[in-house]
T-cell receptor
Framework: GAVVSQHPSRVICKSGTSVKIECRSL??????MFWYRQFPKKSLMLMAT?????????EQGVEKDKFLINHASLTLSTLTVTSAHPEDSSFYIC????????????FGPGTRLLVL | EDQVTQSPEALRLQEGESSSLNCSYT??????LFWYRQDPGKGPEFLFT???AGEEKEKERLKATLTKKESFLHITAPKPEDSATYLC??????????FGSGTKLNVKP
């Protein structure tokens, strides 16, 4: 139980294009999902908290217009990196909190983004 | 501000050599403390949630304990496949999550 998937697992794009990453909770409903960014050999950096049916809450320093988050259903949240630049290259990981267990976050496998 | 500190940053063990990883925290009301395992290039894998001081949880060679100031992840007779980065995180009363920087464990055969 408590499986979270992400798609794609790896993506390479050209500078200036947009990339969408999907995060799905496969066997539970998630009213809250989180998006993290992880730099090599570093811990997780929370980018935003995504709540189903409402606007995402972004952490300080994270550009809302650049990292668009949509949480349209209880099992799906998407992160769109708009007008991507090489500095956006990173490992993006989502997590989901089971609606029945408001404490534990279950993580997806991550998406490796490389912007050329 | 709430903080989570993990130590050591890195730990090298021989196979079968038991040890403990530490997670110290200062938080405005603890709602939960979590341990995750992360392998290179993958998302964190959930291990344990602890809610209150005195609580203990076990899974195979791992045992997590919690006090009011810290948590330990005890690894008994580790195997090379236990090599990974172990992350600790806390959830506070303001509904904020804080992650430690992790302990990278390397178990040599």
């Amino acid at each position: 139980g408590a499986v979270v998937s992400q798609h794609p697992s790896r993506v390479i794009c050209k500078s200036g294009t947009s990339v969408k990453i999907e995060c799905r909770s496969l066997d539970f409903q998630a009213t809250t999902m989180f998006w993290y960014r992880q730099f090599p050999k570093k811990s997780l950096m929370l980018m935003a908290t995504s709540n189903e049916g409402s606007k995402a809450t972004y952490e300080q320093g994270v550009e809302k217009d650049k990292f668009l988050i949509n949480h349209a259903s209880l099992t799906l949240s998407t992160l769109t990196v708009t007008s991507a630049h090489p500095e956006d290259s990173s490992f993006y990981i989502c997590s989901a909190r089971d609606s029945r267990d408001q404490e534990t976050q279950y993580f997806g496998p991550g998406t490796r983004l490389l912007v050329l | 501000e709430d903080q989570v500190t993990q130590s050591p940053e890195a730990l090298r063990l021989q196979e079968g050599e038991s040890s403990s990883l530490n997670c110290s925290y200062t938080v405005s009301g603890l709602r939960g403390l979590f341990w995750y395992r992360q392998d290179p290039g993958k998302g964190p894998e959930f291990l344990f949630t602890l809610y209150s001081a005195g609580e203990e949880k076990e899974k195979e060679r791992l045992k997590a304990t919690l006090t009011k100031k810290e948590s330990f992840l005890h690894i008994t007779a580790p195997k090379p496949e236990d090599s990974a980065t172990y992350l600790c995180a806390v959830h506070d009363n303001f509904n904020k999550f804080y992650f430690g920087s992790g302990t990278k464990l390397n178990v040599k055969p």
